[in-house]
């Protein structure tokens, strides 16, 4: 009888196995030709200014509908993709794409827009990145300066010759670079001035419940001193109300980006939202 159940459980496993790895293999092989079908699009999220409550950038988030799936969080196919080498092929793509609304953006009346691009440690590691974004920046006419690019602590763990030349490339194209998701991985902090990071960007997970966490706040305020002293900008993200944006203002937090002003936009809907609200632009009007 034990054996029997053995026996039963181990089927049960077995199977439960192989749905999931179906899947994997189906979102695999359907994220080769996501870019063909026209499966994937980008969404682009405010980040304010929390003295002037003025939009001077955008965050691209990419977005991947599965036509049998439905829509796939990148919280899942991003890691997909760099584990089966596509990482390189969807990143090329949303810098190309980013770059290209940005300059839309800027001839449709908000010259003064920049975008923020998040970029996959095995992304920035290949040799060809660098290379690959100053032909785009050249090929689109975009200056450097409207592009930040939003990496996470875990790319200076193996800070070799090889991405040090690359972000070298990089700033030298005038393009900056923000830690995303700061505070949650790598607590060697020497990297911050060895590699001229301009941001540090809040991890969400410190800030959504900061009215509710003395423990956050502590946090937090210990962040923004850092960075004010290192002369960095902060910006937290994840701020979902008033209070926590008033908050983190009066700490001296430079930056916010939440639902309390905008979940992600489709790009038609950008310029009527900056638009709509004079004070939150920083732009010439159309
Ligand atoms: P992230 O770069 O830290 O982006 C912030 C995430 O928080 C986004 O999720 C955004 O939609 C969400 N968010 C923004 N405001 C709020 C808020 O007020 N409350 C809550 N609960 N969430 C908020 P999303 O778009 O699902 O992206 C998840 C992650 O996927 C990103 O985290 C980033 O690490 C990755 N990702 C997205 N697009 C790309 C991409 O083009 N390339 C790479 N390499 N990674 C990407
Ligand atoms: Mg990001
Ligand atoms: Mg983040
Ligand atoms: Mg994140």
């Known amino acids: 009888k034990a054996k029997e159940s053995g026996r039963n459980q181990y089927r049960y496993f077995q199977s439960g196995m192989s749905e999931q790895l179906s899947q994997q293999l189906c979102m695999e092989r359907g994220l080769r030709n996501a870019i ?18 003025m939009i001077e950038s955008v965050e691209a988030l990419l977005r991947w509908e599965h036509p049998q799936i ?17 990482i390189g092929m969807l990143g090329d793509w949303v810098l190309e794409n980013a770059i290209r609304q940005c300059v839309e953006w800027h001839k449709a009346g ?16 290949r ?9 785009l920046l050249e090929q689109y006419n975009l200056a450097g300066q409207f592009l930040l690019l939003e990496l996470t602590e875990s790319v200076f ?17 005038g393009v900056r670079l923000a830690i995303d998701d700061f505070g949650t991985g790598y607590s060697n902090l020497a990297y911050l001035k060895k590699f001229q990071v301009s941001q540090l960007k809040i991890d969400r997970s410190f800030v959504t419940n900061l009215m509710d966490s003395v423990e956050n706040q502590a946090i937090v305020t210990a962040i923004v001193q850092m960075a004010r002293s290192l002369g960095l900008t902060t910006i937290a993200e994840g701020i979902e109300d008033k209070q926590t944006a008033d908050f983190l203002g009066q700490l001296g937090c430079d930056k916010g980006q939440g639902y309390h002003w905008s979940r992600p936009l489709e790009a038609a809907q950008m310029p009527g939202f900056l638009l709509a609200d004079t004070p939150l632009l920083k732009a010439t009007a159309i």
């Open 157 to 173: 763990l193996e800070a070799g010759q090889e991405l040090r030349q690359s972000l070298s490339v990089i700033q030298g194209l």
């Open 110 to 125: 908000l010259p003064e827009l920049s975008i923020a691009v998040n970029v996959s440690p095995a992304q920035l590691i």
């Open 36 to 53: 063909e079908l026209q499966q994937l699009s980008i969404q682009y999220q405010p980040k304010v200014c929390l003295q002037s409550g």
């Open 127 to 135: 040799g060809r990145f660098a290379q690959t974004l100053a032909r």
């Open 70 to 86: 439905g829509e796939i969080s990148p919280e899942v196919f991003i890691p997909l993709a760099e584990r089966s080498g596509q």
